[in-house]
T-cell receptor, first 110, second 117 residues
Framework: DAKTTQPNSMESNEEEPVHLPCNHSTISGTDYIHWYRQLPSQGPEYVIHGLTSNVNNRMASLAIAEDRKSSTLILHRATLRDAAVYYCILAGGSQGNLIFGKGTKLSVKP | GAVVSQHPSWVICKSGTSVKIECRSLDFQATTMFWYRQFPKQSLMLMATSNEGSKATYEQGVEKDKFLINHASLTLSTLTVTSAHPEDSSFYIC?????????????FGPGTRLLVL
């Protein structure tokens, strides 16, 4: 399965934008880039996903590099509730299995 | 987004007993369901993938006779931990996705915390 590389942790101030990077240099042409986040003692929550084009939804934006070897999750205005572990995952294969890495632990300071 | 529930949310059992965890998709039909396990301060580890009406596909290193998975309907999958031991204590999370294809979004349940004494 293709792997991703993310920083272990990041800090942000409340109400400021946050850019969470992800490298996936071995991505294949059919792999979708998914982002999930997990709060303590909860199941992961879907954030956004994309294939080639940048994507926006009510939670976040996903910027995908032209060569697809990296992507950035953008939270436009961080809130305290956005403090979580963010996982960047490549989903592929016949079942679209999600293989979780270690993710980035985002801390948000008031 | 779609809702996935798990029951129970936590369970304590004695060593040697079996525990069943249910995973339900509440507002969509889940062609495929996944079971994960997460130990403290670690990431989620995929245990198995199940398709409705078919036998589950287990990841390498996961004992299929110990972790029995049944996906009898499009809205329900169960994980039974047989003869549980303290090392099976973990946070078990299921996810489900619909019939759109491999790119379809997975929706996760809230997790079940198992403690084996």
């Amino acid at each position: 399965d293709a792997k991703t590389t993310q920083p272990n942790s990041m800090e942000s101030n409340e109400e400021e934008p946050v850019h969470l990077p992800c490298n996936h240099s071995t991505i294949s042409g059919t792999d979708y880039i998914h982002w999930y986040r997990q709060l303590p003692s909860q199941g992961p929550e879907y954030v956004i996903h994309g294939l080639t084009s940048n994507v926006n939804n009510r939670m976040a934006s996903l910027a995908i590099a032209e060569d697809r070897k990296s992507s950035t999750l953008i939270l436009h205005r961080a809130t305290l509730r956005d403090a979580a572990v963010y996982y960047c995952i490549l989903a592929g294969g016949s079942q679209g299995n999600l293989i979780f890495g270690k993710g980035t632990k985002l801390s948000v300071k008031p | 987004g779609a809702v996935v529930s798990q029951h129970p949310s936590w369970v304590i059992c004695k060593s040697g007993t079996s525990v069943k965890i249910e995973c339900r998709s509440l507002d969509f039909q889940a062609t495929t369901m996944f079971w994960y396990r997460q130990f403290p301060k670690q990431s989620l580890m995929l245990m198995a993938t199940s398709n409705e009406g078919s036998k589950a596909t287990y990841e390498q290193g996961v004992e299929k006779d110990k972790f029995l998975i049944n996906h009898a309907s499009l809205t329900l999958s169960t994980l039974t931990v047989t003869s549980a031991h303290p090392e099976d204590s973990s946070f078990y999370i299921c996810s489900a996705k619909g019939q759109g294809g491999f790119w379809e979004t997975q929706y996760f349940g809230p997790g079940t915390r198992l403690l084996v004494l």
